[in-house]
């Protein structure tokens, strides 16, 4: 009898299952090499196949060293070589002085670059001034690439408050929606002026929106994502010293996320994303359950799918919508709408299978690295029964293949962007 991995041709019979594109998603933090401890791409990448994710990519923090050099961005490929189990290709970084490594980047095969407008979390990725943005604009100019932006900035308190830091709503307090506003605002005055594709990432505060809508309707190439996160969980729901609740931008109020529901169904929100952000368990700080000091980043990447479903199905989001969303306009944003995030001729035979209407409780049995996740215990919709990426079962009822077959997704070749 012939296996389900591989050797030979079989067909496979998935009875009532629902076959659909590969799950694509485009905010992913690896972690390797330098910080495998967090999560590394042997158990990322076998995490994105168990939720039917079959092409990630990766940002360029937290891993050492940042992909902000072309020296750098070789480092990261050979870490990854051989270890992953879904394709998976790379964003390269912007910080501070390093405007002169961005188009051999380009050259090398980065889907694109990411900056901050604040301090990213670990000092060896630091976020740009204003002048560095010129500098990076000026040189993406008519290069076809995509600057992602972590849309958060520092802005003067209008008053200090003390808080007990155990207390979600201390921590709420100080990442207010005017930081994301104040932040977006810089992003589409630059968008405009230089006609740069920008992107913003995991936006949280449905207050930027109407500054969004402008800028688009001025002729911005201005696109947005949110998280799994950002719709799923509310900031009334987050018990004191539960901090593996915490991220940033941080998870907002039930009222906000019924309007971020509101934009994606309109437009104005193009795509949702994990924003898979492990840590160790130790860098939460659950023994002091103290938010201030906590690592900010939420794991999820095996349970994306499930989780908009989860929210999205009562909502009527219809399974075709669950397609843009999720595999669609992600593969678009990092140019490899030739490629992926359909069921086209000429296109990777990149499937998910699932069932819609199977329930199920995430548990510790979870194929990510640290099982540490807000999800534990939730139950959600939408079970994930097997993935195939180009052609090869990689995952099926629980099990792998057994070799990982991921490619790398290097755009050397790719020079025009896809409009989104």
């Known amino acids: 009898m012939c296996s389900v991995f591989y050797h030979c041709v079989q067909v496979l019979d998935v009875g009532n299952s629902l076959v659909m594109p590969g799950i694509v998603d485009c905010h992913v933090h690896v972690n390797e090499p330098g910080r495998t401890d967090w999560e590394g791409y042997w158990t990322a990448t076998r995490a994105a196949a168990a939720g039917g994710v079959t092409t990630i990519v990766d940002m360029p923090l937290n891993s050492i060293p940042p992909t902000t050099t072309l020296q750098n961005l070789h480092t990261k490929l050979q870490a990854a070589a051989g270890q992953c189990f879904v394709d998976t290709a790379f964003w390269g970084g912007v910080i501070p002085g390093n405007q002169l490594e961005l188009r051999p980047m380009i050259r090398a095969g980065v889907v694109g670059f990411k900056c901050f407008l604040i301090h990213s979390g670990v000092d060896e990725f630091p976020h740009v001034s204003d002048s560095d943005l010129h500098k990076v604009m000026r040189q993406l100019q008519g290069t076809g690439t995509v600057l992602l932006f972590h849309a958060e900035k520092e802005v003067p308190q209008l008053l200090e408050e003390d808080g007990d830091p155990s207390?979600?709503?201390?921590?709420?307090?100080?990442?207010?929606?005017?930081?994301?506003?104040?932040?977006?605002?810089?992003?589409?005055?630059?968008?405009?002026?230089?006609?740069?594709?920008?992107?913003?990432v995991h936006l949280s505060s449905a207050q930027s929106l109407e500054v969004i809508r402008a800028a688009r309707l001025a002729g911005a190439p201005l696109t947005v994502?949110?998280?799994?996160?950002?719709?799923?969980?509310?900031?009334?729901?987050?018990?004191?010293?539960?901090?593996?609740?915490?991220?940033?931008?941080?998870?907002?109020?039930?009222?906000?996320?019924?309007?971020?529901w509101s934009a994606l169904r309109a437009g104005d929100i193009d795509m949702v994303v994990s924003d898979h952000s492990p840590c160790t368990p130790s860098l939460k700080q659950l023994d002091s359950g103290d938010f201030s000091q906590a690592w900010g980043g939420i794991s999820s990447l095996q349970f994306g799918l499930s989780l908009f479903w989860s929210s999205a199905s009562k909502r009527g989001f219809s399974v075709p919508d669950v397609v843009r969303l999720l595999c669609k306009k992600p593969a678009l944003l990092c140019r490899l709408g030739n490629r992926k995030?359909?069921?086209?001729?000429?296109?990777?035979?990149?499937?998910?299978?699932?069932?819609?209407?199977?329930?199920?409780?995430?548990?510790?049995?979870g194929f990510m690295f640290h099982t540490l996740t807000p999800y534990l215990g939730r139950t959600l919709c939408g079970e994930v029964k097997g993935t195939v990426v180009r052609g090869n079962l990689v995952y099926f009822d629980g099990s792998?293949?057994?070799?990982?077959?991921?490619?790398?997704?290097?755009?050397?070749?790719?020079?025009t962007p896809a409009a989104l």
């Open 167 to 200: 207390e979600y709503s201390t921590f709420l307090r100080s990442r207010p929606d005017v930081m994301e506003l104040e932040a977006i605002r810089t992003v589409t005055e630059l968008c405009l002026r230089y006609q740069v594709r920008c992107h913003i």
């Open 225 to 260: 994502e949110t998280t799994h996160h950002y719709l799923t969980l509310s900031a009334e729901d987050i018990p004191p010293r539960a901090t593996q609740f915490k991220c940033c931008p941080p998870i907002r109020g039930t009222a906000n996320q019924e309007q971020l």
């Open 341 to 365: 995030g359909s069921l086209t001729p000429g296109h990777d035979a990149d499937l998910v299978i699932w069932d819609p209407e199977k329930e199920f409780t995430v548990n510790m049995r």
């Open 400 to 415: 792998f293949s057994p070799q990982a077959v991921g490619q790398h997704l290097l755009l050397e070749q790719i020079r």
